[in-house]
């Protein structure tokens, strides 16, 4: 009977039908693309409204599948939103789930059912090429010239190809399943918190040398013309150049698209644009009058064109349904003087929204979302509120199964409203957070959003176009169909609606789970 399943008509089948994994006929099951940007706003694509520069590759996806105006990432900022997207749950559930430092050791537990599981379970060759920024090994911390255990292999992918913690933090090497890649055992990689030599040079002491200034932070080991955050000595011949890793990323993804097989891929394709220091390849610097931010969307959307023209010289456009999505909001100085800001005009990195990266405004994980499947996803706009969080849920009923009742706690199946079914629903709330267990979330549910901070600062507002911190009371209400930039606090009209927003976000926190 399974033979005679079409992609569609799986959808409109109670999944629960499939409480075991099932192995779809290979025609039914299609590959998986989940492109993820870094540091991507909701503004940042000419499909999502910016006009001073064109994103034509992403554009067309975005004509030709859903392009959601409420789909967002749960944190904004990288590891938590991975974290969440992995494991369908929240990262503040989670102590250690905040931004990973240099020689974090592995932030998923092995044991943990995660989105690769789910694919894996249903017969996928699960593969992740790009950033990790999740940890890599045992308690200890990486151990870098050796095996990097646990990291995506024991969390269910068959295959990753990576950049390890972040392009602005050291190490700058690639990660091959479990070890550095071309790595001489003779010149060892040593990675550290601390200057190793009083005469190593740094972002500090040879600061006239960089090629790309910094503003903050980011002032110790020199790679690249480029100071890191954190130190290292060796492993030179593995070493990459910042201009090549868009390139590296394609190729490596085109030979997992390319390859023949029974199984279908799912691939998780995670760039590290547009994420600081902004070096795309020389080809795209330039590309816009904007610099080198919006040139690294212009790289990143090469990419996204690369990948489907892949897809389509291996016949395979048509049975792929690709998710394209980011992984917090913007930023324009992040610690490099590439001068985003100066040269930013009239573009407005998140839209119409106040807030980006490490704030819980709507800029910070309000997201650009689309959705594509030639031939079984028609073409339109919708105002359904998805999440990455909810990708585990979704392709476990796209791939005919149920999770597990303790697994992936807070992932719903939205699939029909990411295949844009009319009338399919999406989310009714969301909580949105910062960076790890801080303590700083925001519930939407509905067009009501309730802020919550259990510090009394917050980087928060934009003071002149960058994220400052500032004061935050313990609570703030807005409603975002009258006010979508979060600019009037209603909380004190509207206690009775405060009141039950609180006690909705207290027990999603205590109760550990909102499946
Ligand atoms: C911050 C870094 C920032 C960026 C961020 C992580 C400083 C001063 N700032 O601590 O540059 O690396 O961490 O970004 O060091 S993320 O997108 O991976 O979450
Ligand atoms: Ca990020």
């Given at each position: 009977m399974v033979k005679f399943i079409t992609p569609l008509f799986l959808l409109f089948l109670n999944v629960s039908l499939f409480a075991a994994p099932q192995r779809l006929n290979a025609e039914t099951r299609p590959n998986v693309l989940v492109i993820m940007a870094d540091d991507l706003g909701f503004g940042d694509l000419s499909c999502y409204g910016a006009d001073s520069f064109k994103t034509p590759h992403i554009d067309k996806l975005a004509a030709g599948g859903v392009r959601f105006t409420n789909g967002y990432c749960s944190a904004s900022t990288c590891t938590p939103t991975r974290y969440s997207l992995l494991t369908g749950t929240y990262?503040?559930?989670?102590?250690?789930?905040?931004?990973?430092?240099?020689?974090?050791?592995?932030?998923?537990?092995?044991?943990?059912?995660?989105?690769?599981?789910?694919?894996?379970?249903?017969?996928?060759?699960?593969?992740?090429?790009?950033?990790?920024?999740?940890?890599?090994?045992?308690?200890?911390?990486?151990?870098?010239?050796?095996?990097?255990?646990?990291?995506?292999?024991?969390?269910?992918?068959?295959?990753?190809?990576?950049?390890?913690?972040?392009?602005?933090?050291?190490?700058?090497?690639?990660?091959?399943?479990?070890?550095?890649?071309?790595?001489?055992?003779?010149?060892?990689?040593?990675?550290?918190?601390?200057?190793?030599?009083?005469?190593?040079?740094?972002?500090?002491?040879?600061?006239?040398?960089?090629?790309?200034?910094?503003?903050?932070?980011?002032?110790?080991?020199?790679?690249?013309?480029?100071?890191?955050?954190?130190?290292?000595?060796?492993?030179?011949?593995?070493?990459?150049?910042?201009?090549?890793?868009?390139?590296?990323?394609?190729?490596?993804?085109?030979?997992?698209?390319?390859?023949?097989?029974?199984?279908?891929?799912?691939?998780?394709?995670?760039?590290?644009?547009?994420?600081?220091?902004?070096?795309?390849?020389?080809?795209?610097?330039?590309?816009?009058?904007?610099?080198?931010?919006?040139?690294?969307?212009?790289?990143?959307?090469?990419?996204?064109?690369?990948?489907?023209?892949?897809?389509?010289?291996?016949?395979?456009?048509?049975?792929?349904?690709?998710?394209?999505?980011?992984?917090?909001?913007?930023?324009?100085?992040?610690?490099?003087?590439?001068?985003?800001?100066?040269?930013?005009?009239?573009?407005?990195?998140?839209?119409?929204?106040?807030?980006?990266?490490?704030?819980?405004y709507e800029g910070g994980t309000r997201t650009p979302f689309i959705t594509y499947w030639k031939g079984q996803i028609k073409s339109s706009v919708s105002d359904e509120m998805v999440c990455t969080i909810d990708l585990a849920g979704s392709l476990a009923a796209l791939t005919g199964q149920v999770l597990p009742q303790d697994a992936c706690v807070d992932s719903f199946n939205v699939l029909k409203a990411l295949m844009g079914q009319k009338g399919a629903k999406g989310r009714d709330h969301l909580v949105q957070q910062n960076n790890g267990n801080n303590g700083t979330y925001a519930l939407r549910d509905g067009d009501w959003k309730l802020h919550r901070y259990d510090r009394k600062t917050a980087r928060n507002v934009v003071v002149e176009q960058q994220l400052a911190n500032v004061k935050v009371p313990p609570y703030m209400l807005f409603n975002l169909a009258k006010d979508p930039t979060e600019s009037r606090n209603v909380i004190a009209d509207h206690p009775e609606i405060a009141s039950r927003l609180k006690q909705q976000l207290t027990e999603i926190i205590e109760s550990g789970r909102s499946r």
């Amino acid at each position: 009977m399974v033979k005679f399943i079409t992609p569609l008509f799986l959808l409109f089948l109670n999944v629960s039908l499939f409480a075991a994994p099932q192995r779809l006929n290979a025609e039914t099951r299609p590959n998986v693309l989940v492109i993820m940007a870094d540091d991507l706003g909701f503004g940042d694509l000419s499909c999502y409204g910016a006009d001073s520069f064109k994103t034509p590759h992403i554009d067309k996806l975005a004509a030709g599948g859903v392009r959601f105006t409420n789909g967002y990432c749960s944190a904004s900022t990288c590891t938590p939103t991975r974290y969440s997207l992995l494991t369908g749950t929240y990262a503040f559930r989670k102590p250690g789930t905040g931004i990973a430092p240099p020689n974090s050791p592995a932030v998923i537990d092995p044991d943990t059912y995660t989105l690769a599981d789910v694919m894996k379970r249903a017969g996928y060759r699960t593969s992740i090429v790009g950033k990790w920024h999740l940890g890599l090994g045992e308690e200890s911390g990486p151990d870098w010239n050796g095996q990097l255990k646990p990291g995506p292999l024991e969390l269910g992918f068959d295959s990753c190809f990576l950049l390890p913690t972040t392009n602005d933090r050291v190490p700058q090497v690639y990660v091959q399943n479990h070890r550095v890649l071309n790595l001489d055992p003779k010149d060892p990689l040593w990675v550290g918190k601390m200057k190793p030599s009083e005469d190593h040079p740094t972002g500090v002491t040879h600061r006239h040398t960089l090629k790309m200034d910094w503003s903050h932070g980011h002032n110790s080991t020199i790679h690249n013309g480029i100071s890191r955050i954190g130190f290292y000595t060796g492993g030179q011949a593995a070493r990459f150049r910042d201009e090549d890793l868009a390139d590296k990323w394609v190729e490596k993804s085109i030979e997992i698209i390319a390859e023949e097989s029974d199984a279908p891929f799912f691939l998780f394709f995670s760039s590290h644009d547009i994420h600081v220091p902004r070096i795309p390849h020389e080809r795209f610097q330039g590309a816009t009058e904007l610099g080198f931010r919006a040139d690294s969307i212009i790289q990143f959307d090469w990419c996204v064109g690369a990948l489907v023209k892949a897809l389509k010289q291996n016949r395979k456009l048509d049975n792929t349904l690709i998710i394209v999505c980011s992984d917090n909001g913007p930023v324009m100085d992040d610690g490099y003087k590439d001068f985003a800001l100066e040269k930013l005009g009239d573009h407005r990195a998140a839209g119409p929204y106040t807030g980006g990266k490490y704030s819980v405004y709507e800029g910070g994980t309000r997201t650009p979302f689309i959705t594509y499947w030639k031939g079984q996803i028609k073409s339109s706009v919708s105002d359904e509120m998805v999440c990455t969080i909810d990708l585990a849920g979704s392709l476990a009923a796209l791939t005919g199964q149920v999770l597990p009742q303790d697994a992936c706690v807070d992932s719903f199946n939205v699939l029909k409203a990411l295949m844009g079914q009319k009338g399919a629903k999406g989310r009714d709330h969301l909580v949105q957070q910062n960076n790890g267990n801080n303590g700083t979330y925001a519930l939407r549910d509905g067009d009501w959003k309730l802020h919550r901070y259990d510090r009394k600062t917050a980087r928060n507002v934009v003071v002149e176009q960058q994220l400052a911190n500032v004061k935050v009371p313990p609570y703030m209400l807005f409603n975002l169909a009258k006010d979508p930039t979060e600019s009037r606090n209603v909380i004190a009209d509207h206690p009775e609606i405060a009141s039950r927003l609180k006690q909705q976000l207290t027990e999603i926190i205590e109760s550990g789970r909102s499946r």
